[in-house]
């Protein structure tokens, strides 16, 4: 039987590609990948010549048959995103989940994943992080989205494309507060710049300088602050006197 390999690829910067992910690509039989194009350049970038295949979130679920009749007559296949770990914010969910469910080998081949770029050189807790992916494209549901994670005490981690960055951050700051926010920008790309401030400075930035507004961005946010003692005291007190005014004590 032929292993599924999750192959990370680089974030930008090509030497960021592990020896293990490049010797594993040119052994496979099929890579199966999110865009073949983007995919062909970096196969021609290593030398590499190996059959491609299309898989996105479209063609996903269609795709599972074909490739375990694959991994089934014992070929192997690697799975690459355009950028970074397959499945964090890109196809292969289903895939895996499908190949695990019947028993296949799925073998994770590490390398760069924006999120964990961008934490481990912002200087914000990484503890405990919570990690929201592409926060929705619509304005309402951006922010009901931003309201569930009010309380949240983790530092919390989006991704965010060129076109919304500005609305995403200002409702940032609308919802969560006046709190730091950090802008991690073309990670490990010639202008890679790391942004400290609220949200509304942040924007007062880009303002002047709308070149901080382009390139691909991780938007990581100060968890909420734990609440002081005394204003927990004092909306509890204020909740016990609710409750009895409304039995009528
Ligand atoms: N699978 C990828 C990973 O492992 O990080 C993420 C894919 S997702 C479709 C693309 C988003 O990841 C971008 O919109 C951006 O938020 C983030 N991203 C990817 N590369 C980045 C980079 N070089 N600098 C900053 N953010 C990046």
């Known amino acids: 039987l032929g292993t599924l390999y999750v192959v990370a690829t680089p974030i930008g910067n090509l030497e960021d590609m592990t020896p293990r992910a490049a010797r594993l690509l040119g052994e496979v039989a099929l890579i199966a990948a999110e865009d073949t194009r983007h995919t062909s350049r970096l196969l021609r970038h290593l030398g590499l010549s190996v059959p491609l295949l299309s898989l996105h979130e479209h063609n996903e679920a269609a795709r599972v048959e074909q490739l375990d009749e694959r991994l089934l007559r014992g070929e192997s296949i690697a799975l690459v995103s355009d950028a970074g770990t397959p499945l964090i914010s890109d196809p292969g969910f289903v895939l895996v989940r499908e190949l695990r469910a019947r028993g296949r080998t799925v073998v994770p081949v590490p390398g760069p994943c924006a999120l964990v770029t961008a ?60 709190r730091r926010v950090v802008l991690a920008r073309e990670l490990t790309k010639t202008f890679e710049t790391f ?55």
């Open 119 to 178: 934490l481990c050189a912002a200087g914000l807790p990484t503890d405990r992080f919570l990690f929201q992916g592409f926060l929705p494209a619509k304005a309402g549901t951006r922010r009901q989205r931003l309201e569930a994670l009010v309380q949240r005490g983790e530092t919390l981690v989006f991704y965010e494309s060129p076109h919304r960055i500005r609305e995403t951050l200002s409702d940032i700051g609308t919802v969560l507060g006046e």
């Open 195 to 249: 942004l400290d401030g609220t949200a509304e400075a942040l924007l007062a930035l880009m303002e002047a300088d709308p070149d901080q507004a382009r390139g691909e961005f991780v938007i990581m946010v100060a968890g909420a602050p734990p609440r002081e003692e005394s204003e927990a005291a004092t909306l509890e007190a204020e909740a016990l006197l609710a409750a009895l005014l409304a039995e009528g004590v």
